[in-house]
């Protein structure tokens, strides 16, 4: 009788070893699932702020020119204090200007509008000033560029 019972008992504890294994591997994989899942709705909320910012810059960029087209034709203080608002606002969002004036052309960052005299593949005038943020090109300057 006590080896039938013994038996019984080992073949128990089997099962119930076997289920907690089976368990840990569950919540292993649970957990793992958990952060990934995390990790994955932290990028994708980073991604759509991005998204938001470029979006919305984009729409601010040609404000900031036609301030700066008045500002050419005026010296009021007033637009020149609005300007360098603007600009700061843009900066302390990390947005810098994309420089092109004197530079070589640089196809990922401009756009070739007209070519001109000038040192060849050079930068003659930028006739509207490009964005970037960080990598990003949100708007590629449009210039005039030598052609040798």
Not at 42 to 52: G, M, T
């Amino acid at each position: 009788m006590k080896k039938k019972s013994d038996k019984k008992e080992t073949e128990s504890i089997q099962i119930l070893s076997e289920q907690i294994s089976s368990l840990k591997d569950q919540l292993t994989r649970a957990v793992a699932d958990y952060r990934n899942l995390e990790a994955r709705i932290e990028k994708d909320a980073f991604c759509l702020r991005e998204k938001v910012s470029l979006t919305l810059i984009d729409k601010l960029l040609p404000i900031l020119d036609d301030l700066e087209r008045s500002q050419k034709h005026s010296k009021d203080k007033g637009i020149i204090m609005i300007i360098d608002q603007f600009k700061k606002v843009l900066e302390s969002e990390g947005v810098e200007e994309v420089e092109s004036d004197g530079k070589d052309f640089n196809p990922e960052t401009m756009d070739c509008m007209m070519m001109c005299k000038g040192k060849k593949n050079v930068v003659v005038e930028t006739l509207l000033k490009g964005y970037k943020l960080g990598d990003l090109i949100i708007r590629p300057a449009k210039v005039k560029v030598g052609e040798g």
